[in-house]
């Protein structure tokens, strides 16, 4: 069942990836590859976006265009299953390595 489910969403996410939107200029920092404890964060200048957590034996990943952006996050997903992402620190540079702080887990920038 879970198979069907993930197919379905991943067929879902290939018939909407058009409808993604570009990181926007103001919002250039956002674009690259993050890390923090668990977490893995991509964002591509087309607005698409992977993510991937593991907690333990288990793992969930997301791989989808991002459809909103905002001062204090961005959404990513489809217009009707969509996972919202809280930036509670904007990427900023701290002793030469880029940070940001997004679902309360602290991020660094691959260099």
Not at 18 to 27: L, S
Not at 52 to 57: A, S
Not at 84 to 89: I, P, Q, R, T, Y
Request: aromatic residues 8%.
């Amino acid at each position: 069942m879970k198979t069907i489910r993930r197919l379905s969403l991943l067929a879902a996410a290939f018939w909407v990836a058009a409808c993604g939107k570009p990181v926007p200029t103001e919002q250039k920092e956002l674009i690259g590859t993050w890390r923090g404890p668990g977490v893995t964060l991509s964002i591509a200048a087309d607005g698409r976006l992977e993510h991937e957590t593991k907690d333990g034996r288990s793992t969930t990943k997301l791989s989808a265009p991002i459809q909103e952006y905002r001062a204090d996050g961005f959404k990513a997903g489809l217009p009707f299953l969509a996972k919202d992402f809280k930036l509670e620190k904007p990427p900023h540079e701290e002793a030469g390595v880029w940070k940001m702080t997004v679902n309360a887990v602290e991020l660094a920038r691959d260099r």
